[in-house]
Structures are given as structure tokens and as C-alpha cells.
């Protein structure tokens, strides 16, 4: 009896410790910016989201006060790590824990989004809500990110019992218009993310001066970067050798995609005269050099089946297995990219995301004419998942020939971890 009371002690000990890092093991580099500092006069707000937990998902709820869509782990719905609602309020963050705060109950970082999402319309909204848990306490370190569908974008360094407003319309707080994090805060004084900051901050920085900041120019450059500490690029493929490193390789600790990178939320908002619910949430599911940007909205009140699957993402799955593919080592600090194979993807991937791009952008603008039925907006939603589904298949099976790895980890109730899932090299004859 004893024994079996502590083999379940240990149990529950691991399964909480599993739990509390799906909260701590975020780590993301986000940006925000107000419409004078694009070039369509659109708000955006991006999330690269860096993690442990590789497979995520976009899910569709109506728990809420508003239906709403939501950046999830997959099989772990419980927290949001990125969302729009029908009103046009976005959300997403990056954790930084150099925020003061001891605090071991309340709101987490996913679960006070998830909240966020279920009843606010403004930015004003969330910033209630964050003084009404200032009282109860919150065990968030983070900096939140909200955008709304009037106007207002900010940046909320947010601990335990207390939170910092930069926003994005103060000329102080955000000169150019826009507010680039990683995993510090101001406030706090930490330097978690401090080479992807410094990257994220220069790109937006020239980006705005050359009146080149749109949502295309994030999902297509700025979020697939891959530059030295230096914030200089690299040629790819790499010839050679870098230090120790493979050869043809670069180790994506501090690039701005990162081998931890899961997924992308960025969030193209809406002019103050226009309908909240053409704002468009696009979602790269798996590392952004593998995938390819599909745009969602909360009016289709559903999704496509390859974002959201019965078990898994199809699409998530897909890039996954090329990614594996593509990677020596699966250490925590050392993941060297094979930068042999990224051209010969980019020239299948690119031109469909153009594609599904130049075929959005010509609907919405005639959405914004004439209103579209709900079956409308979501077929054609459904079109672009299967457009993009279609290229990442071709994609994995390019690589499909290579495979003689036997993938096994340990899995809980959610799902698997991935620092703790391991390629083992399959014996000659198994498959």
C-alpha cells in the first residue's frame, strides 16, 4: 500500500510539474503597432510563439461572452496563447520573468488570455480586468499584447499583484507607433530574449521608416529570421562549418525562428471605420521556415479541419515531420538547422503563401463592400488551409525517402513534451 501511495505521489508530482511548465516554458518574441505605423493603415500584432510543446492548434469556442478563436496546445484547450474574438480584441504574450511576485494562485499567463478573449472589447477591458486580479493576485510574469478594433494597441508588463501600460499611441512609450518585446521587461529590468529583441527591434524599426510594415513583411521576413548574435543574416545554405557546429548548419538558440518556435499568431486588424469582423487572424502552425501562413476569422464560427484535427493538426503534424528532418540534435541550447534544404522548401512553400496572400487580400476588400455570409468567409477559409495543406505534403514527402528514425517520448493526458521526445535511430529491418 505504501509503495503504491508514493508511486501515485510521484505521479501527481510529475503531471503538476508537466502542468506548471506549460505556463513557464514560454518564451516568444512579440510586436505591436498602430496604424500610422503601417503601410495600409491597419493595426498588427505578432507572436512568434516559442515553446516546449510543438504541436499546437487553432480552436474555435463559445464559453464566453463573445465566440472567439484561440492559439492552443494541442489536447490542452484550457489555455490560450494567442486568440482574436468576434469583436476584433486581440491577444497574445511573451513570458518574462524578471517581473517581481509570489503569488502561487490565480490567473496564469494562458488562462488570463483565455478570459480576455472570453468577455473584453477593448484594451480599456483588459486593463480592468488586470486591476480587479491585481486584488486577487495572478501567477502571470509576462508581457501581454493587445490590440483592439478602435484604435487601441498596447504592451502590459504584467506580474503578480501589479502591471506597467506602454501604449502604443503614446509618442513616449512608442515613438515610431510600435512596441517590440522578447522575454524582459522594461519595468523589471531583466535581459531574457535580449539578441531576439535587439533582431525584432531593428527589423520593425526599418521596416516602419521605410513605410514597409504590413502583415505580409512580418510573416514573410521578420518572423522566419535568421540571423548571428550580431543581428547579421546568414547566407543560406551555410558552406562549411561555423565554430563547432555540423556542417551546413546554425544553432537556432537565439535566432528569431528558433527550433522552439511552434507557431506564429499575427493579428491584421481593422481600420476604426471598418467591420471588427474582417480582422484576420493568420496562424503558421509548426517552426515558420517549414510552414505556411493561413488566415482565419471568428465569423466562420468553425475551422478547417488540417488547423484543427480530431486529435492533432494535420498541417502541424506535417511540418513537424519535416522540421525533424531538418535538425541535428535536440538538445536544449544546441538545435543546428540543415540549411541545405531550406531553398529547395522555400521554393514550393513561398509561392503559395503568395498566393494565399494576393487571394486574401483581394476578398476582404470586397468583403468590406458587401458583407459576406458566414458559409462564404469560411469556404473560403477552408480553400486556403487546403491550399497550404497541399504544399506542405509535397514538402514532407520530398524528405519522406530520408526517414529511418523511431520517434518515442513520454506522453500525459495532454499530449507529449517535446524536450522530452527523442529520434532513435530504427534497427536495419524495423520500420
Avoid at 545554405?237 to 538558440?253: A, L, M, Q, R
Avoid at 468553425?302 to 506535417?318: I, M, N, Q, R, V
Wanted: aromatic share 12%.
Amino acid at each position: 500500500m505504501k509503495k503504491k501511495i508514493l508511486f501515485s505521489l510521484t505521479f501527481l508530482l510529475l503531471l503538476s510539474s508537466t502542468v506548471f511548465s506549460l505556463e513557464h516554458w514560454e518564451e516568444c518574441t512579440v510586436g505591436v503597432a498602430i496604424g500610422k505605423a503601417t503601410n495600409d493603415g491597419r493595426p498588427i500584432m505578432w507572436k512568434n510563439r516559442d515553446t516546449s510543446v510543438l504541436d499546437n492548434e487553432i480552436n474555435y469556442f463559445t464559453d464566453g461572452r463573445f465566440k472567439y478563436l484561440a492559439l492552443v496546445s494541442t489536447s490542452y484547450p484550457y489555455l490560450a496563447w494567442a486568440g482574436v474574438n468576434e469583436m476584433g480584441f486581440c491577444i497574445m504574450n511573451s513570458a518574462s520573468n524578471d517581473q517581481k511576485g509570489h503569488s502561487k494562485t490565480g490567473l496564469g499567463n494562458g488562462a488570463i488570455m483565455k478570459e480576455a478573449l472570453r468577455k473584453c472589447v477593448t484594451v480599456n477591458d483588459f486593463e480592468e480586468l488586470l486591476e480587479k486580479t491585481n486584488v486577487t493576485g495572478r501567477t502571470t510574469f509576462s508581457n501581454f499584447g493587445v490590440m483592439d478594433a478602435f484604435g487601441g494597441a498596447a504592451i502590459f508588463e504584467t506580474g503578480n499583484y501589479s502591471f506597467t501600460k506602454f501604449d502604443a499611441n503614446d509618442p513616449d512609450a512608442a515613438p515610431m507607433g510600435y512596441i517590440v518585446r522578447s522575454n524582459f521587461t522594461r519595468t523589471g529590468g531583466g535581459d531574457g530574449g535580449m539578441i531576439r529583441y535587439k533582431r525584432g527591434e531593428h527589423l520593425w524599426k526599418e521596416a516602419v521608416a521605410g513605410n514597409k510594415l504590413s502583415y505580409r513583411n512580418v510573416l514573410r521576413t521578420i518572423c522566419r529570421d535568421l540571423s548571428d548574435e550580431h543581428g547579421k543574416p546568414y547566407t543560406i545554405p551555410v558552406i562549411g562549418k561555423i565554430g563547432d557546429h555540423p556542417k551546413g548548419t546554425i544553432n537556432t538558440y537565439s535566432t528569431i525562428n528558433r527550433f522552439s518556435t511552434a507557431s506564429i499568431a499575427l493579428f491584421h486588424g481593422v481600420k476604426s471605420n471598418e467591420n471588427p469582423s474582417f480582422t484576420t487572424f493568420w496562424a503558421v502552425l509548426g517552426e515558420p521556415i517549414f510552414s505556411i501562413a493561413v488566415p482565419n476569422w471568428v465569423i466562420t464560427e468553425g475551422l478547417a479541419p488540417e488547423l484543427d484535427g480530431e486529435k492533432l493538426s494535420p498541417l502541424c503534424t506535417s511540418v513537424l515531420k519535416t522540421k525533424r528532418r531538418n535538425y541535428y540534435d535536440f538538445g536544449r541550447k544546441k538545435r543546428f538547422l540543415i540549411t541545405g534544404n531550406l531553398k529547395k522548401i522555400w521554393s514550393l512553400t513561398f509561392p503559395t503563401e503568395d498566393l494565399i496572400f494576393d487571394r486574401t487580400d483581394k476578398i476582404l476588400s470586397a468583403w468590406r463592400q458587401d458583407y459576406p455570409k458566414a458559409e462564404e468567409v469560411l469556404n473560403f477559409h477552408r480553400s486556403m488551409a487546403s491550399l497550404a495543406m497541399s504544399t506542405i505534403q509535397k514538402v514532407e514527402s520530398s524528405f519522406s525517402s530520408s526517414n529511418n528514425t523511431v520517434r518515442m517520448g513520454i506522453f500525459a493526458v495532454f499530449g507529449a513534451l517535446e524536450w522530452i521526445i527523442r529520434d532513435i535511430p530504427a534497427r536495419q529491418g524495423q520500420k
